[in-house]
């Protein structure tokens, strides 16, 4: 059943169960960030070609140039490390070791777009030569594009986040620095405040994406649960059935078994009670044949209702109500049992209400439950002790019959 359910999850789920006994989704995080920055590659090297096209406006052309070179090469670099990682099976990963190739080839790309706040600067003095008012607003507004996409891409992994996009600040908040006007100096404070900001949004997009993959989790796990218990209930049901069918067979050979030699008993008993043979010598024999043939008749009729593989099957038990006396009932099943009464000296009373009606009952039903309540007193009660037989009406119109005995009864 685990191989099933860890199948169904694929590789990631795999993975996750490794990371969780490392205390964390380190491998999904590790993933979110890979296919972030591998869904955006067009997108970022355009960026890039925007920002040195720009930068031809204050700085020579072939800086703006070798940067944009600088850029797209450390771009490959952190997309051929995030390529290898897709690469690698989920259950090969290592994800510290991965972490630490990931976040210095992050570094790397940081360190190339800090370049950016270099481009066009004077190295001859403190203070750069050709920089304007628009060119120094221009890296600012750079500074918060970049930091944003990289709060959205890295914010799964704080590590590389920090080495992302501390070195661009730092070298915004240098070149301000050296500037020395307050307009600048105002900027740097907002530079470092814009940066703080973004760490802290990506922390909480960080505990967001925890949350989910937590909840996913949690899913996949009673996703599980519910595979195996079906699992279970499906093994259930094949041995339910599987039992069903040995029950049907074995009914099937009990009906033969039972009812090939119930027809001999009933018809020789039939035979010797209307002696067709000639007369007994005794008539207690005669009307010992004619108990034998009558409890047989009443054992015939509960195997054809035991052998009904309809009514079995349907689980329900059908009434077959036709107008009776229930005085006859229970004198029919006074002289089944009389025998089993005389063999243990024990005395059967009939307390019946001659006259009661007829209702509306299933005969073999009632006389089955007369049977069961006759039978236990007959076991549980002493040698030579009473049993009382009553039938009679109740005050609301209705009719009843009670057993009564001698015996301990249920203590």
């Given at each position: 059943?685990s ?5 169904r999850?694929?590789a990631?789920?795999?993975?996750r169960?490794?990371g ?9 995080l590790?993933l979110m ?5 591998l ?7 355009l960026?890039?070609?925007?920002f ?7 700085a020579?052309?072939?800086e ?9 090469a ?5 997309l051929?490390?995030?390529c290898?990682?897709?690469?690698t099976?989920?259950?090969e ?16 790309n940081?360190?190339a ?10 190295w ?7 920089y ?8 600012f507004a ?7 996409i ?5 914010a799964?992994?704080?590590p ?6 501390v ?5 915004v ?7 020395g ?10 530079a470092?405040?814009?940066?703080l900001y973004?760490?802290?949004?990506a922390?909480?997009?960080r505990?967001t994406?925890l ?14 649960k ?8 499906d093994?259930?049901?094949r ?12 009914l ?12 001999a008993i009933?018809?020789?008993s039939?035979?010797m ?12 024999y005669?009307?010992y044949a ?8 009443h ?8 052998l ?7 689980g ?20 089944l ?8 000296e024990?005395?059967?009373?009939e307390?019946f ?6 209702i ?14 006759l ?8 040698r ?5 037989l ?10 009843y ?5 001698t015996?301990?009864?249920i203590?």
């Amino acid at each position: 059943m685990s191989e099933a359910v860890s199948m169904r999850g694929g590789a990631p789920r795999e993975a996750r169960a490794r990371g969780n006994a490392q205390g964390g989704f380190d491998y999904d995080l590790l993933l979110m960030f890979v296919r972030n920055e591998l869904s955006a590659q067009a997108t970022i090297l355009l960026l890039a070609v925007i920002f040195s096209l720009a930068s031809m406006f204050w700085a020579p052309w072939t800086e703006a140039i070798i940067w944009l070179f600088l850029v797209i090469a450390a771009k490959v670099i952190l997309l051929e490390c995030c390529c290898r990682f897709l690469d690698t099976p989920a259950t090969e990963v290592d994800t510290a070791s991965w972490r630490r190739r990931l976040t210095v080839a992050e570094a790397i790309n940081g360190l190339a777009w800090a370049g950016f706040v270099l481009v066009g600067m004077d190295w001859t003095g403190i203070s750069p030569g050709n920089y304007t008012l628009a060119s120094n607003v221009f890296v600012f507004a750079s500074l918060v594009v970049v930091l944003a996409i990289r709060m959205t891409f890295a914010a799964t992994v704080m590590p590389i986040l920090y080495v992302g996009t501390v070195p661009m600040t730092v070298a915004v908040v240098a070149r301000y620095l050296m500037l020395g006007d307050v307009l600048y100096l105002a900027l740097a404070a907002m530079a470092i405040g814009v940066h703080l900001y973004f760490i802290f949004l990506a922390k909480g997009l960080r505990r967001t994406t925890l949350h989910m993959f937590e909840l996913r989790a949690e899913k996949d796990d009673l996703i599980a649960k519910l595979e195996e218990a079906k699992a279970i209930s499906d093994e259930a049901r094949r041995r339910a059935e599987a039992a069903n069918a040995a029950k049907s067979r074995f009914l099937a050979t009990m009906s033969h078994e039972l009812r090939t030699p119930l027809n001999a008993i009933l018809g020789f008993s039939e035979v010797m009670k209307s002696e067709v043979m000639g007369p007994l010598s005794n008539p207690v024999y005669k009307e010992y044949a004619a108990n034998i043939h009558q409890s047989g008749t009443h054992l015939l009729k509960l195997i054809n209702e035991i052998l009904d593989l309809s009514r079995i099957e349907a689980g329900r038990y059908e009434l077959n109500e036709e107008p009776i006396r229930l005085v006859n009932v229970v004198d029919d099943c006074h002289r089944l049992l009389k025998l089993r009464a005389e063999s243990k000296e024990q005395q059967i009373i009939e307390d019946f209400d001659e006259n009661l009606p007829q209702i509306w009952a299933d005969e073999r039903a009632l006389r089955q439950v007369c049977l069961n309540l006759l039978s236990n007193a007959l076991k549980f009660t002493p040698r030579g002790g009473i049993i009382t037989l009553s039938v009679g009406s109740t005050d609301d119109g209705g009719q009843y019959f009670s057993v009564r005995d001698t015996g301990p009864g249920i203590p």
